[in-house]
């Protein structure tokens, strides 16, 4: 309870800094081009008119998460969000500038006022960046396994993530857990595996509770419903209520009014890429330039998915359905280029106009591979209770590369808190992933200083420091 209030307290402080950065920038912005004869005065007059819309630019902040938990994320993300959100804010501006009477900008203030803002903005947000990090960094981390197979893993994505964070000390067997009060002084936190078993899992846990020890869980796929449960009281007990994933019959008529109209504004915008590529695609390559391919939708019912070309002709004639791999040899020279940055599912916004899909919903796959996952993970039928998406959360959140189980957690996250606001923040964070390659990319190889540490770990080398 304590640490909601904490936290909800300096998200206010950090949006009333943004205020006043972004009424700042205006400020500066005009006594910068009064001083170089470029602004007249007389077009940003009204203050107030001003501090109201530097309030606003709150609201695209949130959309793009930057009043969310940054610790432990990448200095990077952080910056392109900031940017992004002062492009957001910047359009704003200039609709404004259009319509209203009472507060018209000139173009050179602002183009003027966005970089002044946004170079005011990222310095501020990379020096608490920093604190955040000096205060919060280098953790000292014991994972805690069934086998070392699964604290290879783990150990893989803490050494893949954002450099500083942690420190990893070392594996420690499940068999050796009477042996954790030998590491309790030497470590930060312990990271639990997802594949240990509830009675084990609680006793740490209550252990590392009683030493004053943080945990890291990797939720199991039924605790994220939990997450997304109800406390209610039963008389004097305490009951917890977890309701099916469904949206209202209102929530269903809102985001089907919001899919149709950003779709026919994505594809008014977009119509010059769908022109070109149309036309691109067969002469590059033999085949049209659209294909259709079955994919499984809402409620597990089949429907045509259209996606632009972006492998040879009949590329899964030989091979049947497999998935795309790095460097994969089926992928034309175009078909990289559109992959990079989603072009090829363009075609798609006409799915979500005859209603086959949403604009944000998890990623629609093939029966065939469905049927694999199901076999391996029986809550994956789960997703198919809200539409399939074009983009989703676990777009957002994971790589390409990012295995089934884990983007599967971070879809049923969406699934049971699904909302407009919700979509609304993954289209406009969709942007950022697609101006990150990275993110798109295959399997990146493991440095050798990751190699090396990773042999110790699965040696058992690393764990007596």
Known sequence: MYEDYKGKFLKIILALVDITLVYGGFIVTNWVLQHLSIQNMESISNYSSLMLLAASSVFVFYLYDLYADWRRKSIQHLVYSIVLSMAAFTGIEVVISIWALNLTFKPSFIFAAFLIQTALLTCTRVCIWNINKKLNGKKKVYIIGDDSNAGMNIAEKFLNHHKGWFEILGFIPLTKK?????????????????????????????????????????????????????????????VISITPPRLSVVQQIYKRMFDLVISLIVLVITSPFLLVLFLLIPLTSKGPAVYKQERIGLNGNPYWVYKFRSMIQDAENKTGPVLATVKDPRITLIGRLIRAVRLDELPQLFNV?????????????????????????????????????????????????????????????????????????????????????????????????????????????????
């Open 178 to 238: 009477s042996q954790i009060y030998d590491y309790v002084t030497k470590c930060d936190l312990f990271l639990l595996s997802p594949t240990i078993r509830m009675e084990n899992k609680e006793e740490i846990v209550r252990f590392c509770i009683k030493h004053g020890k943080e945990i890291l869980l990797v939720p199991q796929y039924f605790e994220l419903s939990v997450l997304g449960g109800n406390t209610q009281q039963i008389d004097d007990m305490l």
């Open 353 to 465: 106009l005859k209603g086959d899909m949403s604009l944000v919903g998890p990623r629609p796959e093939r029966e065939h591979f469905i049927n694999q996952f199901k076999q391996l993970l029986p809550e994956y039928s789960y997703r198919l209770t809200v539409k399939p998406g074009i983009t989703g959360l676990a777009q957002v959140l994971a790589n390409y590369t990012t295995p089934v189980e884990d983007k599967l957690r971070i879809d049923l996250l969406y699934v049971r808190n699904c909302s407009l606001l919700l979509d609304l923040k993954i289209l406009l964070q969709t942007i950022r992933v697609v101006l990150q390659p990275e993110q798109a990319q295959g399997v990146k190889e493991t440095n050798i200083h990751n190699q090396k540490l990773l042999k110790k770990l699965k040696q058992n080398k690393v764990i007596n420091h």
